[in-house]
């Protein structure tokens, strides 16, 4: 019996290896791969505009979470990487207060899922329009745009 869960695990690990091995092919250098995405991690802050501009320059998008998992992902690659508070998220509501949308598309956000944390998006001082990952409390939040975060580029 021993010797069966070890062949079994031994082919989920090959199996593991072998998938983030084809992926790492798709990404160009000193990016991660993430189901069929790529993401690059900021060693520095930014204002949510300069942070567009930056991806843009990237080829990329501000971050968005379309999944429970890769928000997770995130979360431990944010840690892994000593972020002490968060990192901005592709979304806001600036045109129209309370409507955060898709900066990829000016849409809602595709998807189910999301994160707000209780009471968020609440437009704290009247001047938070820009959606955030707060790590420290693993929810998303509206923050000021000119705060300075991490940032974390996707492809």
């Not at 991806?55 to 890769?70: D, I, S, V």
């Not at 508070?85 to 955060?100: A, H, M, N, P, R």
Request: with cysteine.
């Amino acid at each position: 019996m021993e010797s069966g869960k070890s062949q079994l695990w031994f082919l989920i690990i090959v199996c593991l290896v072998s998938t983030a091995v084809s992926q790492l092919r798709n990404c160009e250098k000193g990016w991660f791969p993430f189901g069929n995405h790529c993401y690059k991690f900021s060693s520095s802050t930014a204002t949510f505009k300069h942070a567009m501009i930056f991806c843009n320059n990237h080829g990329a998008e501000l971050l968005e979470l379309h999944t429970k998992a890769e928000e997770d992902w995130i979360d431990l690659q944010c840690r892994v990487r000593g972020y002490s508070y968060g990192v901005w998220l592709g979304l806001s509501d600036i045109q129209t207060e309370g409507k955060f949308v898709s900066l990829s598309d000016a849409r809602k956000p595709r998807g189910n899922f999301r994160n707000w944390m209780k009471g968020e998006p609440n437009n704290s001082g009247h001047n938070e329009h820009c959606a955030m990952y707060w790590i420290t409390r693993r929810g998303w939040n509206d923050d000021q745009c000119t705060n300075k975060l991490n940032i974390v580029y996707k492809k």
